[in-house]
């Protein structure tokens, strides 16, 4: 399977985005006490929704494209 060059960069955006938000997310429950934990939900939502949105998004800029006739098969 042959990746666009969106999706390598996506993937590449993706890994990035997944280890920060879970260092953040590990930092969040190390230093809180268990009652605070609840602080980490929010990162952890944010850590799958954004790529997922941003593939979303990269999809329907590629189909577009490709209707407007732009993009080469």
Do not use: C, H
Request: proline share 4%; glycine share 8%; charged share 20%.
């Amino acid at each position: 399977m042959k990746l666009k060059l969106w999706q390598k960069l996506w993937l590449l955006f993706a890994v990035i985005w997944l280890v920060v938000s879970g260092l953040n997310i590990g930092t969040i429950l190390a230093f809180a006490d268990e009652s605070e934990w609840g602080k980490a939900v929010r990162p952890a939502i944010l850590a799958f929704a954004v790529p997922a949105l941003l593939y979303v998004i990269g999809l329907g800029w590629q189909a577009w494209k490709r209707r407007s006739g732009s993009e080469p098969e």
